[in-house]
């Protein structure tokens, strides 16, 4: 028997991104792999989307068998792969922007206010600096820069 949404204009054909709160509560209680395979692959190309809270939500008061634990980790795996891609990207900026400073790790820790140690974890992705500290070491190579145009 086919998926059917009630009291929504939105059908299973539809993107899932507008199948709303209803839908997916349709899908995930009434549907069957291929809604949820479509479901999964939404929340892991937006894990903090609107599709990924509402099945969250959903999750919360519809505990639909087997599908519901599965949805759960898909979920959880989705968002905890975003935030490792993301601690990736500020490492690397941490990195970027030390090596265009012309300093060395010493010096470019004791620009912004920290110990070698800790700009360590902050370049190796281990601890993710906060915004703060981000601004501050972005500052450094244009204080590098304006030091240099005059003389100094």
């Known amino acids: 028997m086919p998926l059917l949404f009630r009291n929504i204009e939105a059908t ?3 993107p899932v991104s507008e199948w709303h709160l209803e839908g997916i509560q349709a899908a995930l209680e009434r ?10 692959a939404e929340v892991r190309r937006h894990p ?3 599709v990924s809270q509402e099945l969250a939500e959903v999750l919360t008061f519809s505990r639909s068998y087997g599908s519901a634990s599965v949805m759960d980790a898909v979920v959880l795996s989705s968002r905890d792969e975003a935030v490792r891609r993301e601690r990736e990207v500020v490492a690397a900026e941490v990195r970027s922007l030390r090596e265009a400073s012309g300093l060395s790790g010493r010096e470019f820790a004791a620009r912004i206010g920290t110990s070698p140690s800790r700009l360590s974890t902050y370049a190796s992705g281990k601890v993710v ?5 981000m601004v501050r070491m972005r500052q450094v190579p244009l204080e590098g820069n304006c030091l240099d145009r005059h003389g100094a």
């Open 12 to 14: 299973p054909d539809d």
């Open 129 to 133: 600096p906060s915004a703060a500290l």
């Open 31 to 40: 549907g069957d792999l291929s809604h949820w395979r479509r479901l999964a």
């Open 48 to 50: 903090w989307g609107e």
